[in-house]
């Protein structure tokens, strides 16, 4: 989540601030949240919900099936695969935040729980590839010192590979270069000894750099340019909730105020 970058470096409520531009850094209205109302409604209530997870993992099987089929490399295979709203569901945070209710429960309190619940689909997924020995690699951009919680949270959830050296966070630099948003070095990382044959997440910052850039048609070009692997070898999940997807629609400014960005949001819907 995006969330997690500037945890290190800011307090609480500014951090907030930043995920959320609606939010003052000083004063959090009661209710700024509420464009979060509807997707974290849909999101945990919808069956549409659950039928588009279990979409994803059922096409994930299917694909590993048919990597596994033609695999002729000397390495082993590997599935990478985000955790926040791709294996993990963190939406109960995200309902607090709509209420505001606590700020001092920040994200880094609610990863700490380590009670976040698997997705539909995903754990069946992950053992069925471990089941097939191919390994999972989760590659996520919690922090550094959310590792080990995140790890245990996996555990808890049943999945496997819940280790140390198959969970690579954002701030492990044994991992990227620095404390970067990017999982580009992350991924070369796992494939120095594991060939990648699938990768899945809610994000398409978690399936290749080329989608990073949003600034032109909200990175629209990119997805038609590759519109071929999406089902192949990218599984995208849903998130209405955030994601990257929300900063070309601010303007990448994280000042607004809740006015500010309901008007901007209305620029960019369309009529006709
Ligand atoms: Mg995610």
């Known amino acids: 989540m995006k969330i997690k970058s500037l945890i290190n470096t800011f307090p609480i409520v500014l951090l907030l601030a930043s995920c959320h531009p609606s939010q003052k850094a000083a004063v959090i209205p009661?209710?700024?949240?509420?464009?979060?109302?509807?997707?974290?409604?849909?999101?945990?209530?919808?069956?549409?919900?659950?039928?588009?997870?279990?979409?994803?993992?059922?096409l994930a099987h299917e694909r590993l099936d048919e990597a596994i089929a033609n695999n002729n490399q000397f390495k082993p295979l590997a599935v990478v695969v985000d955790i926040d709203e791709t294996m993990l569901?963190?939406?109960?945070?995200?309902?607090?935040?709509?209420?505001?209710?606590?700020?001092?429960?920040?994200?880094?309190?609610?990863?700490?729980?380590?009670?976040a619940r698997a997705l539909p689909g995903a754990l069946e997924f992950a053992k069925y590839a471990e089941s097939r020995q191919v390994h999972i690699f989760y590659i996520t951009n919690r922090?550094?010192?959310?590792?080990?919680?995140?790890?245990?949270?996996?555990?808890?959830e049943g999945f496997?590979?819940?280790?140390?050296?198959?969970v690579l966070t954002k701030s492990d630099l044994s991992y990227s270069s620095g404390n970067t948003s990017s999982k580009v070095s992350r991924r070369a990382k796992v494939s120095e000894n594991h060939e990648i044959v699938l990768l899945i997440g809610d994000n398409l910052n978690d399936f290749s750099e080329v989608f990073e850039d949003r600034k032109i048609n909200n990175g629209k070009d990119a997805v038609e340019q590759n519109r071929e692997?999406?089902?192949?070898?990218?599984?995208?999940?849903?998130?209405?909730?955030?994601?990257?997807?929300e900063k070309p629609l601010y303007d990448y400014r994280n000042d607004l105020?809740?006015?500010?960005?309901?008007?901007?949001?209305?620029?960019?819907?369309?009529t006709e």
């Open 30 to 58: 009661a209710g700024s949240h509420d464009k979060l109302l509807m997707a974290v409604a849909w999101f945990q209530n919808a069956p549409e919900m659950t039928a588009l997870y279990y979409q994803g993992f059922n």
């Open 89 to 115: 569901d963190n939406s109960p945070f995200e309902v607090t935040l709509i209420n505001n209710d606590d700020f001092q429960q920040g994200w880094y309190n609610w990863t700490a729980k380590a009670t």
């Open 143 to 156: 922090d550094n010192n959310e590792h080990a919680a995140t790890v245990q949270n996996l555990k808890n």
């Open 160 to 166: 496997p590979f819940a280790t140390d050296d198959h």
């Open 229 to 245: 692997l999406f089902g192949k070898k990218f599984i995208i999940l849903p998130n209405p909730m955030y994601g990257a997807w």
């Open 257 to 270: 105020n809740n006015e500010e960005q309901t008007r901007l949001l209305k620029s960019k819907l369309r």
